[in-house]
Structure formats: C-alpha cells, structure tokens
C-alpha cells in the first residue's frame, strides 16, 4: 500500500511516459564501446564539478586534477583579482607536466606566485600567459602571447567550481545546471566549510554507483543491521517509498522521508546516537547557517512534507548533492576510469562547529556515513562481475528505481545523439529520456 | 599519539584505553580493524558511561586551543565512534562482506 501519494499517472515512472516500463539491459555498463563513447560524447562535452572554492584560499592557491580517461591533467587556479581559471598541465617548451610533486600522476595543491616548469624553468602568471623563458635569445622567432598555457573552460556556480573540456561547450554553466541553477541557489553552501573529503577507486561502472545512491529501495535491505532490531524489523516490513521524485532531465532528484533526527523514542536508535545526538542523518541539532529550513531553495522538500530527511540531486552527468533537514550536504562525484572501474569521491560538509560536542557529532556522521558507503559500496563489484557474465540480459527496475531507469535513459540519449547509435543492437531505444 | 597520553585528572578511569587517542580517522580506523571484539567491547563499556561527562569537560574549552589533556579525551570519543559499530551492529570489527573494499581520507578537519 502506497503511504506517500504518485501522481495521477499510477506511478512516478508512467508520469514520464518516454521512460518505458520494460525491463532494461545493463550491456550499457561495462561495454568497452560504449564506454569509449560516454567519455567522448559526455565527458569530454559537459561541465564536471572538480570542488569547491573554499579549497583556494588567497590569490595563488592551486590544484590540480586528474582525468586519466580523457588523459588529461588540468591546473584550477585562483588569481590575485579572485578569478577562478583552468587551464591543462602542459609546458609549452617541450610538454613537461607543469605542476606536479613527488609522483606525476597524483593530485597536488598548494600556493605560488607563477608556476614554474621543474623541466628548463619556463614561468607562467596565475592567468596562464608565459612570464619567462630560460635563455629566451637561443629561440628562434618566439611569441610569448602566443604560448601561454592552454585554458580550459571554467566556471563558479554557487562556489562550485565546474570544467569544461570542449573547447567551445554548447551550453554556459548555468544553461546546462538549469533549472537547478536558480532552483538550489541560496543554498548556505559557503558557510558549511567543515569537510571530509574521501575517495575510493571502485570495480564498477561509475553509472552502477549512481544507481545505489539515488534509490532508496535497497535501504531497509541492504542497511538493515544499521537499525535497531525493532526499527529495522519495522523498516524491512514497510520498505521504502520516496516523498517526491522529479525529472529536470537530464538532471533528477529524489526527495525521502527522515524523521530520526532526534527520534520520537530514544529506543528507536543505537545508544551512542542518543550520547552524540548524530547519526546517518546528521547532528541533530541544526546549525544557525540553515536558520531552521525557513528560507530553503524553491527546489527542496517539493512535498513539503513534514516528515522530510533528505533530498538527493543527480547533477548530469557525474555529481550529485545531497541536502539533509538538519542542515548540512554531501556531495558525491564519480569519475569512469574503464568500463568496469570508476573513482568514487564524497564531501561531506557541515558548518564549524562551535565546541566539541558539535565537533564529536560531525565525527560520528562522518563514521556513520562511512559504514553505509562501504555498504553500498560492497554490492557494485558482486554486481559488475555478474552482469558482465551476461547470464541474464535485461534486468528489472520498480517504480522506486526510477531515477536509475532515467540516468541511464539519458545517458544513452547523448551517446546516440552524437555516437554511432547502430553500434548498440541491445540498447531498446526510448522514445526520449525527457518523457512528459 | 601512543600509550603515553595524559587524561584529565577526573577520567583517569580512562587510562587503560590512552592507545585509542589518535590523531587522524585512518589510525582510528585501523586501530579497530586490528583490535578484537573483547577489546573494543573493554572500551567501549569503560567510555559509554563516561562520555556525556567527556562531552561536557571538553565544551568548557575553546575548540580550537583545547589543553592537550582535553583533546586526548575528545579523541578518545572518536575512536568510540568507530568502535562503536562492530559492538552496536556487526559483532565484528569490519563492515560485513566489506571485503578489501577501502576508503581513502583525502582531507579531514584538524583537531
Ligand atoms: S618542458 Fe617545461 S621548460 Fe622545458
Ligand atoms: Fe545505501
């Protein structure tokens, strides 16, 4: 029995009716083709979240970022004026990798006033424009302007900073964030400076992981030790129903209940949640940066329901937010490094704690967190290998999985839009992701 | 951190249990994946009593120049939070069926 109302259609599903009902093959997942094409026609065409501004403080602070299934390396860098620019790793002497420690092939941050190439000590200014040449005169008809480092497209949206490897993209940031650039805007994102920041190289395909965190069903299942014996006995029984679903294609979000934070009785959770006052859903006790959900984006809780927890956004094609009731957000990026293998990163971001009551708290959200990732973390191996072996070949989704049915639908749509869509007999064409 | 740090006069109950004040998530989360469910189970019955009292001594602080004495017994409550999983819900120290599955801590905030 239905505990949340669907729209008129009978199902979240049926109410985009491109979307289909019908089983789905999962070919799309670990097809070294079709992989190839996601990263040419995705990819390497969209804008992608590579963090945030607070992680370049004052003027010259850098990082860097490594995306091996372009193989590229780019430089974000933040000017003395405050710009935030990008720009790929490469030397224009004889194609050094510019900033780099230790080891070439890893991420690394810092400050400086130019960079410097560790090669023949060409310098660059933080725009990007060659500064210096070692012995300049020894160069034969040489133009400075014309060697600066080659920029990458770059753009701050609420102080997510975003890349673009098309050298001319189709859209502006804020075109292709529509219409949750408005509709999240105003969020408090600047003021939850308290981050965690973890990675973890996964033997999945990176839409795999996507599916485990924008459905819910596996929750009562899959987490059900998590709980309380009586509360997951309960939470088993009932199974998951989300509040809300929306497509903005080829964006989505799912809007779910919470209501454990702080519980209706202490015996609902563990007894050190109840010590701490946090748990899965966060500390309990809101900070005074959310001023107690009264001014939230027009996007969030869009049932306004009472019983409201958490509001998961898929932000196409790689990044996803999650905005919890009580007051702070994770943010969840993966990168395809080959068919069956992807990287994993999580922010979890709250605001400073004021003492260390709250500080313990954020750790335990932070523990908790991590014990529910490794969860669902586990099943994408166990899962790729098996659909991989190609025993079965269409797999079922209910109207809970939705949003899986739709990311992969809008995938498959640019790949076929701009790839070789005869290549991929398998794939049932749906009319259009976008549905309605 | 190691066996030789000091506690607040008032927890030196605590005392048996200073190897758990460490100072980042990897050491605390190895620490558990290395300790047996008796230790942990030792641990987490001394600091559940004692960890609203841990609380309340650590906020008459300014969090950001807490006395080592009271940072020790703050990170003695974050190595709880970690064992306090296989003790409330797995009944053993790894996540079940985590396999080799691991997680990399990229940046934490600094206490
Ligand atoms: S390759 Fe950079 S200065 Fe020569
Ligand atoms: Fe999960």
Redesign the pocket.
Known sequence: MAHFPKPLEGSWTEHYPGLGTAPVSYKDSYDPDYWQQEIDTIFKKEWLCVGRVERLGRGGSYFTREFPWAKRSIVVVKDRDGTVRAFYNV?R????K?VWDDFPNEETSGVCRQFS?K????RYDLDGSLAFI?QEEEFFNVDKDSLGLVPVACDVWEGFIFVNLDPEPQQTLAEALAPLSEGLAGYPFGEMTQTYEVRSEINSNWKLFIDAFVEFYHAPVLHQRQATAEESQKLASIGFEGLHYELFSPHSMVSSWGGMSPPKDPRMVKPIENLLRSGLFGPWDKPAAVNDNQNLPPLLNPSKHRAWGIDSFVLWPNFMILFWETGWYLTYTYWPLGPSKHLFESTLNFAPPENASQRAAQEFAFSTFKEYAFQDANTLEATQTMIESEVVDTFMLNDQEILCRHHHAAVREQVEANGRPESYPWMPTPASANGE | MSNTATLPADFADLAPFTDWALDTWRERYEKRLASSMDEMQAFYDAMMPRLTEILEHCDRFDLHDLPDEARNLLLLAFSLCEASFPVEAWRQPRVPDSGSADLEMVREPPL
Not at chain 1, 93 to 96: D, T, V, W
Not at chain 1, 119 to 122: D, E, L, Q, T
């Open positions: 030397c002497h004889r194609g050094n510019l190439c090669y023949h000590g060409w070692q």
